[in-house]
């Protein structure tokens, strides 16, 4: 593991500090998780770079310790696409099935979800 410091900043006057601990991945792991961004307390699994992790989402990927701990080693962004993904649902249980196979996609080694154009929500910085 190394540890590294970012900037995080919803705007430019409004810059801070971050110490994060990076596993091999890239992925953000830390002593406590409640210090990564968008991470749910109640659960201690971190949230996405623009979602913060919803407690029916943490509540089942937190059941199994296999699927909590894919979570952990999925990217920021990763997460951040699979919360939107779930959050995005109009319909009760066409959120449910989108939280179900946000944990069967991990286990099948994906990292995004399929099919998903990705989060409206995250600022596109490609040029």
Not at 18 to 26: F, P
């Amino acid at each position: 593991m190394t540890n590294t410091t970012r900037t995080a900043a919803s705007s430019a006057e409004n810059a801070t500090n971050v110490t994060d601990t990076q596993n091999e991945n890239g992925a953000e792991t830390a002593e406590n998780p409640a210090t990564i961004d968008g991470a749910n307390t109640q659960s201690g699994l971190p949230g996405g770079v623009v979602h913060e992790l919803p407690a029916d989402l943490a509540e089942a990927l937190a059941l199994d310790p296999v699927t909590a701990e894919l979570w952990r080693g999925l990217t920021p962004l990763g997460r951040n696409e699979f919360v939107c993904w779930v959050e995005d649902a109009q319909k009760p249980e066409t959120r449910q099935r989108r939280i179900r196979r946000t944990e069967e996609e991990m286990h099948e080694g994906k990292r995004r979800p399929c099919c998903w154009p990705g989060c409206k929500h995250r600022e596109r910085t490609g040029r």
